[in-house]
Antibody, heavy 119, light 108 residues
Framework: QVQLAQSGDEVKKPGSSVKVSCNVS????????VTWVRQAPGQGLEWMGR????????NLAQKFQGRVTITADKSTTTSYMELSSLRSEDTAVYYC????????????WGQGTTVTVSS | IVLTQSPDTLSLSPGESATLSCRAS???????LSWYQHKPGQGPRLLIY???NRATGIPDRFSGSGSGTDFTLTISRLEPEDFAMYYC??????????FGQGTKVEIK
């Protein structure tokens, strides 16, 4: 059974960076992308980007280009999402997710990591 | 591709049916379109993939349909646990993926 386990909640200062991890277990860290999504308080789901671990290829939302880095370590079956130049509007729950049935859907989700940006 | 969901809120009673719409600004390949249920404090849950295929373990009161730019999620006979937020999502390659803004299904 595939499970995604994310790193713990973070509190960060404006202007700093945060790196959230997502460990994939119980399955193959395969061709299916690992996707990163966030939800700010009172807002909907926002797609940030994804990585295909077997190739390392990433697709990023234009909004986050230049500020987000998504990587994958095949040896530890872990994906990382690093967001830099944090501002208060980046306060959100960050999720990773991946497909099982197809590469085009998000079947399995991590538990979420709350990132709070505050001075 | 912008996904616009309607309505923003549906107020219904248990036992009634819900019809949620997702309209895309450009045509979407049906295999790229999926629907999710999201409750506070939980990760989203995949309901429908490929526009019309129920995910594993999803009750048959959930159904999806549509193609091109218009997609629909139907929940027949609402159960108390169905009151939640619902999002459509398109996988996208270039331009990449997007979510709709969500529809809240609330108890009337």
């Amino acid at each position: 059974q595939v499970q995604l386990a994310q790193s713990g909640d973070e509190v960060k200062k404006p202007g700093s960076s945060v790196k959230v991890s997502c460990n994939v277990s119980g399955g193959t860290f395969s061709n299916y992308p690992v996707t990163w999504v966030r939800q700010a308080p009172g807002q909907g789901l926002e797609w940030m980007g994804r990585i295909t671990p077997v190739t390392g290829m990433t697709n990023l939302a234009q909004k986050f280009q230049g500020r987000v880095t998504i990587t994958a370590d095949k040896s530890t079956t872990t994906s990382y999402m690093e967001l830099s130049s944090l501002r208060s509007e980046d306060t959100a729950v960050y999720y990773c997710a991946t497909g099982l049935t197809t590469r085009y859907s998000l079947d399995v989700w991590g538990q979420g990591t709350t990132v709070t940006v505050s001075s | 591709i912008v996904l616009t969901q309607s309505p923003d809120t549906l107020s219904l009673s248990p036992g009634e049916s819900a019809t949620l719409s997702c309209r895309a600004s450009h045509s979407v390949n049906s295999i790229y379109l999926s629907w999710y249920q999201h409750k506070p404090g939980q990760g989203p849950r995949l309901l429908i993939y490929g526009a019309s295929n129920r995910a594993t373990g999803i009750p048959d009161r959930f159904s999806g349909s549509g193609s091109g730019t218009d997609f629909t999620l139907t929940i027949s006979r609402l159960e108390p646990e169905d009151f939640a937020m619902y999002y459509c999502y398109q996988y996208g390659i270039s331009p990449p993926a997007t979510f709709g803004q969500g529809t809240k299904v609330e108890i009337k």
